[in-house]
């Protein structure tokens, strides 16, 4: 057993208002399956690099073993495969190698065909099987399954829970519990560790959540009165006060000795009670600091004048003469909530094109209502760049409502000022969900619209599909959301 010793760690980028991490210590255990969640733009990837010495920092990290980072950057991709494991780690064993893609069940013939003819799977399972080659490093694993289906993530899942000593940043839910044995959050105050999966951990952070909860209800509770009692007495403080020196008519002289005395005590009780609540204060600033804002989000769909939306009867699509999908049949009538299945390559992305109007190849039967508005989420975020502001305009839709779907999906009034080019991965894929939610449109298709978003939004989109229950079509291999979500599946 060896340990990572984080100490005192504080960094913040060039030019940035805030640090992202201030005086943050903790161990951890090159042994761990160390499963890494947090929100998007907390520093998940920010501590990969800082791990991997890319950026200076103070306080102190200090490790017996070297880091290696997944994904590898491919700079040879039209070579054969097995010319671009070369290329990551020239000393590999052939045997070794075929040994990973067998437990990743990947057939040994990628070796010699050209990379960047591999699926996307194949490539990510290829990049998965080289990494674990590098037998003396500590892993550093970032979202491997972005664009992986159910099968492949359930296979890279059990393969990785047959290894030790990574550190997995993932928002799959199942994918973590099915392979990490400790959890490293980043929260909004503080880094910890917990043993155990992404469930017990979320079991936990409810309970904690919980427990502050009503802590600080019986703190305001508490604050209210003392506020009131301090308000009294004060009061009380003052009237006795102005009777040392009686009234004009009585002609009587008061005792201003004693007056002054009763006086002082009720004064002494008003500080008193203010110094409680002061510490009641205190005592609530300490609560609430890591319960995630997590508020309901909105869609308004409009209706539509039939209940047919779309329909599908045995179509098939090509490019150059290739067919990607074949025998295609499924109905969208309005209130479905459709998940389309398949592995990777299956021709997914393509019938959604078809639908939304792109002019593909096809044969079959395809019918789409007259008039029918789509919003539509891509995969591809590249695009994004710029101010939020030029491109809610550039969109038509409504800037103020597009910025609080985006404060409720955990942006700050800082990347407001931001170009999109600079946001992570999920906070763009955020920004095509808000533009979805802010369009008026009969039916919202999504094509895998979860990639790179954190557990916390998933679990908001979770509720606002299941509580306005739009008539979507979606691709997602997130099987906890499909699972919560669809009410029909349709598999190619």
């Known amino acids: 057993m060896s340990l990572i010793n984080v100490s005192n760690l504080t960094f913040g980028y060039d030019g940035s208002y805030d640090n992202i991490f ?3 210590s903790f161990q951890i255990d090159t042994n761990w399956k160390l499963g890494f969640t947090g929100r998007n733009g907390r520093g ?7 791990l991997l010495g890319k950026y200076e920092y103070s306080g102190t990290i200090s490790s017996p073993i070297s880091f290696e980072y997944f994904p590898f950057a491919v700079t040879n991709a039209e070579s054969n495969t097995i010319d671009v494991i070369e290329g990551i780690y020239p000393d590999y064993l052939l045997w070794k190698v075929m040994r990973e893609l067998s437990l990743l069940q990947v057939s040994e013939d990628v070796l010699y065909r ?8 194949e490539q990510t399972k290829v990049l998965l099987a080289t990494l674990f080659l590098k037998e003396n ?12 289906d159910m099968k492949a993530r359930k296979i890279v899942g059990d393969y990785l829970r047959s290894k030790r000593g990574f550190i997995l940043v993932s928002h799959d839910r199942a994918f973590l519990d099915n392979c990490v044995d400790h959890i490293l959050s980043i929260n909004k105050t503080n880094i910890e560790i917990q043993k ?13 959540d919980q427990f502050e909860l009503a802590e600080n209800e019986k703190l305001q509770k508490d604050i209210t009165r003392l506020q009131s009692a301090a308000k009294r007495t004060a009061e009380w403080s003052d009237n006795v006060e102005k009777t040392k020196f009686g009234t004009k008519d009585s002609g009587l002289r008061p005792d201003r000795g004693y007056i002054g005395h009763k006086s002082a005590k009720m004064m002494k009780r008003s500080k008193g009670i203010e110094a409680r609540q002061q510490t009641a204060i205190d005592d609530k600033s300490k609560l609430l600091k890591n319960i995630e804002s997590a508020e309901s989000l909105k869609i308004s769909q409009l209706k539509f004048h039939a209940d047919r939306l779309v329909e599908l009867d045995k179509v098939s699509i090509f490019y150059d003469e290739k067919t990607v999908c074949e025998g295609v049949s499924f109905i969208i009538e309005q209130g479905d909530r459709v998940a389309l299945y398949g592995k990777n390559g299956s021709g997914k992305s393509s019938l959604i094109k078809l639908i939304c109007g792109e002019d593909i190849n096809y044969t079959g039967t395809f019918r789409k209502a007259s008039q029918l508005k789509i919003s539509y989420v891509a995969q591809d975020t590249s695009h994004l760049s710029g101010n939020l502001t030029d491109y809610a305009r550039e969109n038509g839709i409504d800037e103020s409502l597009f910025k609080t779907v985006l404060r409720k999906l955990d942006f700050s009034r800082v990347q407001f000022e931001k170009d999109m080019a600079a946001f992570s991965g ?11 939610l802010c369009e008026k449109a009969h039916l919202h298709i999504w094509d895998e619209p979860l990639n790179f978003i954190d557990v916390i939004s998933r679990m ?7 509580e306005y229950s739009p008539t979507i079509l979606f691709v997602e291999h997130d099987s906890e959301f499909c699972k919560n979500i669809a009410t029909k599946v349709f598999e190619l």
């Open 196 to 208: 155990g999966n992404f469930s017990s951990w979320w079991e936990n952070k409810k309970m904690q």
């Open 114 to 121: 050209p990379f960047d003819t591999l699926s996307n799977g």
């Open 137 to 148: 490093s500590f892993l550093l694993i970032d979202e491997p399954t972005n664009h992986l």
């Open 460 to 466: 908001q989109i979770e509720e606002l599909l299941l």
């Open 426 to 436: 999920g906070q763009k894929k955020k920004v095509l969900i808000a533009k979805s």
């Open 22 to 24: 201030e005086h943050v």
């Open 44 to 50: 998940k990837t920010t501590f990969l690099n800082l």
